[in-house]
């Protein structure tokens, strides 16, 4: 276990909700431009057949130096990866197939549940059996009666703790338009105790409902984290899940350097992953793996690499000396822009061992980083963090998020896509392979 981990105060994260969160551009002195097919076709240097309107030039400001040229495969930069990176070590703590999609698709926890609601009702009480013989009043009291034992009933029990109630709301539909649809539903044929109107046609006198799902308006339950220090997530059989946050590990400069450093020299890759079905994606961001182990997550593998790059390397010493612990390997990612991203995951591999301690370092343009539980944690009694909440981090130039503990058990995590203006961000999230688990990495 992590020393100065160990030493630092366990403070509660900061619940304070998403609204306050403030962006702090911190930009590093690159500019990244896609205009450049322009400027090279108009100086008439590069034939016109180069399709360079589709690449993001970095350019140094202070220099102007090229310090790398990236491809953006605009067809594949505009979806997700359709599945998570999600790991098969712990299945009974996997969303399903549809689950996963829906996790990609928005910000819908895994394990919210779907209430199915009744095809149709009717709701003309003047039509009901049981009105017969009860005054107008008598018939509203039960009116109302009934309209609160339908609303508590519709979410009753089928709700997890964290996850967003649904509302069913009755939508009016043209009954004459749903006729035909009705007849094929013996339990609507007119006539029936659902629509007692008349055979063969529907009832004048009732209004067909059609209960729709909507998504309550009710906001999810988002926690800001950007307070230094170690930050107890949750309490669950597994363990303690626990995030330590150091927003300036880095001096400005030094970061600096680093980016343009590492921008410049690392072969970045932008590789290809199969889905659970068997679908072919790029992955929307780029990367690179150096550790004396290959490494393989979900679907793709990394070769040995034993040729760290020396900024690399030398950031890695600097994370080990400051918090005493061993890295073997890193996964460096490179987000273009905003449109780059990773899926909901965790760094489960069983070549990590059962508790991994992962340093992530941040570089370039902020983007946050976000956390929730997983479902089986959502069952578990003592938690510190309401369990099903989300967590955002605002992963800043120069800042250092280590997750240790039960984490990678009990949470996901993420770097969502962002629909307004993002520069360049570089990751490198330092890992310790355990050797003797190392011909196991792969699941
Ligand atoms: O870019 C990040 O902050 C996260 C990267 C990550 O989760 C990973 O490489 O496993
Ligand atoms: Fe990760």
Known sequence: ????????????????????????????????????????????????????????????????????????????????????RQRTD?????????????????????????????????????????????????????????????????LSGLRKPGTRPQRSLPAAVNTSQKAADMSRDPSTE?????????????????????EVTVEAPIKETVHLLEEHGKHILSRTNAGESWVMFVPNFLQEDESDVSFKRLIKELNWQQRENTTGDGEMYTEPRMSLWFGEFPYTY????????????????????????????????????????????????????????KEPNIASLSLGDTR?????????????????????????????HGSLLIMGGATQHDWLHRVPKEYHDKGIRVNLTYRWIIPDNRDHVAK
């Open 298 to 353: 979900s679907r793709v593998s990394w070769n040995l690499n034993k040729e760290w790059n020396e900024q690399v390397a030398s950031l890695k010493e600097k994370i080990e000396i400051n918090f005493d612990h061993k890295y073997n390997s890193v996964l460096c990612n490179l987000y273009r822009d905003g449109h780059d991203s990773i899926a909901w995951h965790s760094d489960d591999e069983y070549g990590l061992g």
């Open 190 to 210: 007119p006539g029936s105790l659902e629509n007692p109107g008349l055979p063969g046609q529907p009832s004048s006198l009732s209004f067909v409902f059609e």
């Open 368 to 396: 946050y980083f976000e956390m929730m539980t997983k479902k089986h944690a959502l069952e578990e009694k003592e938690k510190y963090l309401p369990l099903g909440s989300k967590l955002k981090i605002p992963l800043s």
């Open 1 to 84: 276990m992590d020393k100065s981990c160990d030493q630092s105060h366990d403070s509660l994260p900061s619940m304070e909700e998403e609204l306050l969160i403030g962006q702090k551009e911190q930009m590093p002195a690159v500019e990244v431009t896609g205009n450049v097919a322009l400027q090279a076709n108009q100086d008439s240097k590069v034939p016109s057949s180069v399709p360079l309107s589709n690449s993001n030039v970095v350019l140094d400001r202070e220099s102007g130096e090229t310090l790398a040229e990236f491809k953006k495969p605009i067809e594949n930069m505009a979806e997700d990866n359709p599945l998570p």
């Open 90 to 154: 712990y299945p009974e703590t996997n969303p399903s197939k549809a689950e996963e999609r829906e996790v990609n698709q928005g910000s819908i926890s895994p394990w919210q549940q779907t209430v199915s609601p009744p095809k149709r009702e009717v709701a003309s009480d003047t039509q009901n059996p049981d009105a017969v013989g009860q005054t107008q009043s008598q018939q509203h009291a039960e009116k109302r009666r009934r309209n609160r034992l339908q609303g508590s009933g519709a």
